[in-house]
């Protein structure tokens, strides 16, 4: 696919998708009029990458984790500094407590949701 269809299927701006490519994050091939051509495995990877981002990991630190992600996995150990662990481990331990956040509030939505409903049931 083009990156028109795959900017349009993943929510991702063209510009953001080449820059994508620049940190190696996914590779386009080449047609012979100069043109990007992407995999349909790009799609799910573009969304990945993506919630990555949103969670607050770095482009140098999703390229390392990105092999674990795929079927079947492939996992580079060389690659694993110490500080590369570190690092990953913090952002998991702040990904959770993100979690455990929006669970918080999912929750106080949805009680507040129950109250409303319960009040309009009742109250009117």
Do not use: W
Not at 3 to 25: K, M, W
Not at 33 to 54: A, K, M, P, T
Not at 69 to 83: C, N, S, V
Request: with cysteine.
């Amino acid at each position: 696919m083009r990156i028109g269809e795959l900017s349009q299927r993943t929510g991702a701006s063209r510009r953001l998708l080449r820059y994508y490519e620049e940190q190696g994050l996914i590779a386009a091939q080449r047609c012979a009029n100069g043109y990007r051509s992407y995999d349909e495995r790009f799609v799910d990877r573009v969304l990945q990458i993506r919630g990555l981002l949103d969670a607050g990991l770095p482009t140098r630190i999703i390229k390392q984790i990105l092999p674990c992600l795929d079927k079947p996995r492939t996992i580079y150990f060389p690659d694993a500094t110490p500080e590369m662990l570190a690092t990953l481990e913090g952002e998991r331990d702040r990904m959770n407590e993100r979690i455990r956040c929006l669970e918080r509030n999912r929750d106080a939505v949805t009680e507040y949701l129950c109250a409303v409903r319960e009040y309009g049931a009742h109250g009117s």
